[in-house]
C-alpha cells in the first residue's frame, strides 16, 4: 500500500509541474491521477497531519477566511497544509495533500486548512474527517448547479453526523447556519456583530425568513445584510446565538476596525463583509487552542493575491478587482465600492460557464440600484452575458457602455476614464481578467 | 391609467430573479405615464382580487411551495372567480405548477389551485437549460432558462410556445407553458419578462383592456437592447 501511495504521490507532482510548466492550472489535475492511482489516498495523507483539521464552508468567504486561518496558525509557528487557490471539490483537496507531501508519501504538518465546496463535502469529510468546520454563512447561490438552499442544508446536516465530534465554528448571526450547528448535536462555538454596523438596503433579498425549527416566520431586530442579523423565532426559542467571539465597536471604510476580546483588529480592507470572514478566521485560531497574538500583525502582512479586492496600478490608474458571484456577494461589493466617495468608473464582467452557473437570473436580486450616484461616472459591461447585465441595468434606469472583450474595457477606461477603476467579475472571469490586469500592469 | 400588480407570496415565492419581473412590468407601465403599483403580499394577507389587475405568481423551494399550497386553499375560491372574470395572471415554474390540479412528488401530492385543467408529475432528473420558445402570441422568440423536476400535461390547452430548444413542459411534448384566458403559466425565469417585453406587454395590455373595457394600443418603446439580449440567446442556442 505504501508503494502505492508513493507513486501516486510521486504521478501527481509530476502532473502538477507539467501543467505550471504548460502555464495552466493544473491543481485538478494532479488530485484526479493521484485518487486514480490511489483510491485512499486522502485518508492515507489527511490522518499524518499531527494535530488538527479545519473545514471550511459556506456560501462566501471561503477562500478568504481559509486562507487567513492558514496564515493564523502559521503565524503561531504551525506547519498547515491549505488548499490556497480554492480549488474546493475532491480532486483539489487531494491535490493540497500530494502537492504537500514528500516524495515518500510522508506529511509534515501540524495542520490542514481545507475548504471545501459544500455539495462536495460528501466525498472530502468521510475521507479527512475534519476536527473542526468553519461555516461562514449559506446564501442563494448557482440555483442550476447547487439546486435550492434547503439540499445544501440536507447535505451539511448530514455531514454533521456523520462527523459527530467534529466541532462546528459558525456565523451566529446567520440564522440559516447557526440553526444547522445548534441542532447537529455537535459542539459548537458562534462568532457574530452584537450592534448593527451598516444600514441593509429595505429590499434585499433575505433566505430562510421562516424558523427552520417550527416554520413560524422569524422577526428580526435589525439586519447587517441579506438575512445576517439579530433574529429570533416569536414562536419556539430559536434565536441567535449569544456570540463566543463578538466583534465590538466596527468601523467600515477605506480600512476595517474592530475589538474582539479587548484585542483591536486593524485591516486595510474595504468592505463590511471582510469582519466576519477576519472573525471567522480569529475564532478559529482560538478555538484551536492558541491566544492569537499574532493575529494582528499576520493581518498586516496578509495580501491574498487572489482578486479578492486586488489592487493594480495601470498607467496612473488605480484598479480594483473583485469576485462577485451570487446576490449576497455583489450587494456587499457594491456596498464597499460605494463606500468610496471618490469619482470612479466601474466594469462589470458576466459570464455563464459551467462553474459560474449558466443561469444568470440571479443579477435581477442584486440592488443595482445602488450604483446610480453621481460618483460613479461610467459603468462599462462585459463577459458572455453582458447584455442580460445592460438589461439589468436599464431596468434600474442606469446607462450602460457594452463591450463585450474585458481586456478592451479595460483599456478604454483607462485611457478615458476617472483614474479609479473598480472591476467586478464572476467566477470564470476571475482568473483570466486578473491575467489581464497583470499583464497590463507590467506594460510601458 | 392605472395597473395594479400583486406579487403572491413574495417572501416564499422569490426564486432567482422572480423581482425582475415585477420591475419589468413597473418600468414598462411608468415609461409609457401609465401609473403602476405592486402590492406583495404575505400569507396572512386578505387578498381582495377585484383590485388587482396583473398577478404574479413566482417559484419557490419545494418545501416552501408546500407552505403556500395549504394557504392557496383558502384563495382558491376568488382566484378561480378572478380568472374566468379574464383576470391576468403570470405563473413562473412553481407558480405555474399551482395553477394546476396537483404536484405529485416523491414526498407526497401537492394539491394545486385547479385554475387551469393541468397537473404536473415529479420526473427523472431535473430539466436544467437555457430555453428558446416559438409562440402563436409574438413574433419574437421567447428566451429564458428552466430549472424544474416536475413534468407539465396541460390536456387540451393551449400551450405557450413550441420549444425551438430545451426541454419544455414535460421534455417530450415539444411544448411549453400553457396559455388559458389571461393566464399564461411558463417554466421560463431568467427572468422572464425584460428579455421577452413582448410577454411583458401583452400582460400590461391585457390588463389595461380588461380594466378600461376598451381596445387599448400601448405606446411603443425603444427595446432594441431587449431585443438585443433576446437575439443572443436565440442565436446561441437556435441558429447557431
Known amino acids: 500500500m505504501k508503494i502505492r501511495v508513493m507513486i501516486a504521490v510521486c504521478a501527481a507532482k509530476f502532473v502538477g509541474y507539467v501543467c505550471k510548466k504548460m502555464g495552466r492550472q493544473g491543481v485538478t489535475w494532479a488530485g484526479k491521477v493521484a485518487i486514480k492511482i490511489c483510491p485512499d489516498i486522502l485518508e492515507q495523507l ?26 493564523a496558525l502559521e503565524a503561531e509557528g ?6 490556497h487557490t480554492g480549488s474546493n471539490m475532491l480532486n483539489g483537496v487531494v491535490a493540497a495533500f500530494v502537492l504537500a507531501s514528500k516524495w515518500n508519501g510522508k506529511i509534515d504538518a501540524d495542520y490542514a486548512c481545507i475548504e471545501a465546496d459544500e455539495a462536495s463535502t460528501r466525498h472530502i469529510f468521510p475521507r479527512i474527517k475534519p476536527d473542526y468546520m468553519l461555516l461562514t454563512n449559506l446564501f442563494r447561490d448557482q440555483l442550476d448547479r447547487y439546486g435550492e438552499i434547503d439540499i445544501t442544508m440536507n447535505i451539511l446536516e448530514e455531514m454533521m453526523r456523520k462527523v459527530p ?3 462546528i465554528i459558525v456565523n451566529g448571526d446567520d440564522a440559516l447556519s447557526a440553526y444547522l450547528a445548534m441542532d447537529s448535536g455537535n459542539p459548537y462555538v ?27 416566520k422569524l422577526e428580526y431586530r435589525f439586519y447587517h445584510y441579506s438575512q445576517l442579523g439579530d433574529y429570533y423565532c416569536p414562536k419556539c426559542r430559536f434565536a441567535r446565538p449569544k456570540p463566543d467571539f463578538d466583534a465590538e465597536d466596527v468601523k467600515v471604510g477605506d480600512q476595517l476596525s474592530f475589538c474582539v476580546e479587548g484585542k483591536h483588529i486593524v485591516a486595510n480592507y ?25 493575529f494582528g500583525d499576520m493581518l498586516r502582512r496578509f495580501n491574498p493575491e487572489n482578486g479578492r479586492m486586488e489592487q493594480f496600478r495601470i498607467k496612473g490608474t488605480g484598479v480594483t478587482l473583485n469576485l462577485a458571484k451570487n446576490p449576497a456577494g455583489f450587494n456587499q461589493n457594491i456596498s464597499a465600492v460605494m463606500q468610496d466617495q471618490a469619482p470612479k468608473d466601474i466594469i462589470i464582467a458576466i459570464n455563464d460557464n ?48 457594452l463591450q463585450g472583450d474585458v481586456e478592451k474595457a479595460i483599456r478604454d477606461r483607462v485611457e478615458d476614464g476617472t483614474g479609479n477603476l473598480y472591476v467586478l467579475v464572476n467566477y470564470t472571469a476571475l482568473f483570466s481578467t486578473r491575467n489581464i490586469l497583470k499583464r497590463l500592469e507590467g506594460e510601458r | 391609467m392605472k395597473i395594479t400588480i400583486g406579487h403572491l407570496y413574495p417572501d416564499l415565492l422569490n426564486l432567482y430573479g422572480d423581482r425582475g419581473n415585477i420591475q419589468c412590468l413597473m418600468k414598462r407601465c411608468q415609461w409609457r405615464g401609465i401609473e403602476a403599483e405592486t402590492i406583495p403580499f404575505e400569507l396572512d394577507d386578505k387578498i381582495d382580487f377585484s383590485k388587482l389587475d396583473i398577478v404574479l405568481l413566482g417559484g419557490g423551494s419545494d418545501r416552501e411551495q408546500m407552505i403556500v399550497c395549504e394557504k392557496l386553499q383558502e384563495i382558491q375560491p376568488d382566484f378561480k372567480a378572478y380568472v374566468e372574470d379574464n383576470g ?50 409574438f413574433d419574437m422568440p421567447i428566451v429564458g432558462f428552466e430549472n424544474h423536476g416536475g413534468r407539465t400535461c396541460i390536456n387540451n390547452n393551449k400551450p405557450l410556445g413550441k420549444v425551438l430548444y430545451g426541454a419544455g ?32 406587454d401583452w400582460l400590461i395590455q391585457h390588463a389595461l383592456e380588461r380594466k378600461y373595457g376598451k381596445e387599448t394600443e400601448l405606446t411603443p418603446l425603444d427595446d432594441s437592447q431587449e431585443k438585443e439580449a433576446n437575439d443572443y440567446i436565440y442565436h446561441r442556442f437556435v441558429r447557431g
Open chain 1, 46 to 71: 489527511s490522518s499524518q497531519v499531527r494535530k488538527a483539521i479545519f473545514a471550511t464552508c459556506g456560501t462566501n468567504g471561503k477562500t478568504t477566511t481559509n486562507n487567513m486561518l492558514c496564515a
Open chain 1, 78 to 83: 504551525q506547519k498547515v497544509i491549505c488548499n
Open chain 1, 165 to 167: 465530534k467534529m466541532q
Open chain 1, 190 to 216: 458562534t462568532y457574530g456583530i452584537s450592534k448593527p454596523v451598516i444600514k441593509s438596503a429595505a429590499n434585499e433579498i433575505r433566505e430562510g425568513r421562516f424558523c427552520k425549527r417550527c416554520g413560524e
Open chain 1, 270 to 294: 474595504k468592505g463590511f463583509y471582510n469582519v466576519y470572514n477576519i472573525l471567522a478566521a480569529y475564532a478559529g485560531v482560538r478555538t484551536a487552542g492558541f491566544a492569537g497574538e499574532h
Open chain 1, 354 to 401: 459551467a462553474q459560474d452557473g449558466t443561469d444568470i437570473s440571479w443579477l435581477w436580486d442584486v440592488d443595482f440600484d445602488l450604483l446610480g450616484n453621481d460618483s460613479v461616472k461610467s459603468i462599462t459591461v462585459s463577459g458572455i452575458r453582458c447584455q442580460d447585465m445592460r438589461l439589468r441595468l436599464k431596468y434600474v434606469d442606469i446607462p450602460s457602455i
Open chain 2, 88 to 137: 391576468v395572471v403570470i405563473a413562473i415554474c412553481g407558480g405555474y405548477q399551482l395553477l394546476g390540479k396537483y404536484y405529485k412528488t416523491d414526498q407526497g401530492n401537492m394539491k394545486g389551485l385547479d385554475l387551469v385543467d393541468l397537473y404536473t408529475e415529479q420526473g427523472e432528473g431535473r430539466l436544467i437549460q437555457n430555453i428558446v420558445l416559438q409562440s402563436d402570441l
Open chain 2, 169 to 200: 413542459n414535460d421534455g417530450k411534448s415539444g411544448y411549453e407553458g400553457v396559455v388559458y384566458k389571461n393566464v399564461i403559466g411558463t417554466y421560463l425565469h431568467g427572468p422572464l419578462l425584460p428579455k421577452n417585453p413582448q410577454l411583458a
